[in-house]
């Protein structure tokens, strides 16, 4: 009936909320570490080199890395679905030096464990905390990991996915934080990457 109006045309989908941006900045990383203890400071270089949610490297099991072929297997993830993850060689050099806790457990960490880790070493570190744009958390780690597979490296978007594990790609886009001095390089004919220090800063 034609003179009848649609009451779905006024509905309107929700917008998903806006994803956080901060990014990781000029010697963060480098006082994060020197804050940590050894067995931290390998929970957050293996953060910033995979892309792992907290839950994913509290539940690693030691049995889960295969070193030989630069991976670790995720048996269960927050999709719900197993994955498989490849390691860059500061990855593997980082799993070298962590002793396991037990044949259970890489870290002996739960994700409660690891946030209350991170605010001690965040604090000692001398960044903020709270929910505002200079606050740093732990989750923030994987959004500087994906960001940084886009900057640092020649991977295409579904290949970054496969790593990083998200549902889709608008998910992916949410994750992504490209700095602007990045992409005017990249519009002046540079490669990606940069000189990236050992503190994970760039120049």
């Given at each position: 009936?034609?003179s009848?109006?649609?009451?779905?045309?006024r509905?309107?989908?929700p917008k998903l909320?806006?994803?956080?941006?901060?990014?990781?900045?000029?010697?963060?990383?480098g006082?994060?570490?020197g804050?940590s203890?050894q067995?931290i400071?390998?929970l957050?270089?293996?953060?910033?080199e995979?892309?792992?949610?907290?839950?994913e490297?509290?539940?690693?099991?030691?049995?889960?890395i295969?070193?030989?072929?630069?991976s670790?297997?995720l048996?269960?993830?927050?999709n719900?679905?197993?994955?498989?993850?490849?390691?860059?060689?500061a990855?593997?050099?980082?799993l070298?030096?962590?002793?396991?806790?037990?044949k259970?457990?890489?870290f002996g960490?739960?994700?409660?464990?690891?946030?209350?880790?991170w605010?001690?070493?965040?604090?000692?570190?001398g960044?903020?905390?709270?929910?505002n744009?200079d606050a740093?958390h732990f989750h923030?780690l994987?959004h500087?990991?994906?960001?940084?597979?886009?900057e640092?490296?020649?991977?295409?978007?579904?290949?970054?996915?496969?790593i990083?594990?998200h549902?889709?790609?608008?998910?992916?886009?949410r994750?992504?934080?490209l700095?602007?001095?990045?992409?005017?390089d990249?519009?002046?004919?540079?490669?990606r990457?940069?000189v990236?220090?050992?503190?994970?800063?760039?120049?």
């Amino acid at each position: 009936m034609e003179s009848l109006d649609n009451p779905v045309s006024r509905v309107h989908k929700p917008k998903l909320p806006g994803g956080r941006e901060r990014r990781v900045r000029p010697g963060e990383v480098g006082a994060l570490l020197g804050a940590s203890s050894q067995p931290i400071a390998c929970l957050i270089a293996l953060a910033l080199e995979t892309a792992m949610r907290r839950e994913e490297i509290a539940s690693l099991k030691p049995g889960d890395i295969d070193l030989r072929n630069r991976s670790i297997f995720l048996p269960k993830t927050k999709n719900g679905d197993p994955r498989t993850v490849p390691l860059s060689p500061a990855a593997i050099e980082t799993l070298s030096m962590v002793t396991p806790k037990s044949k259970d457990s890489l870290f002996g960490l739960s994700g409660d464990g690891i946030d209350s880790a991170w605010d001690r070493v965040r604090i000692a570190a001398g960044i903020p905390k709270g929910w505002n744009d200079d606050a740093l958390h732990f989750h923030d780690l994987r959004h500087e990991a994906t960001s940084r597979l886009f900057e640092r490296t020649d991977l295409d978007m579904m290949e970054i996915r496969a790593i990083t594990g998200h549902k889709n790609l608008q998910m992916l886009a949410r994750y992504t934080h490209l700095r602007t001095a990045n992409l005017a390089d990249r519009l002046a004919g540079g490669k990606r990457g940069g000189v990236v220090h050992r503190n994970g800063d760039e120049e």
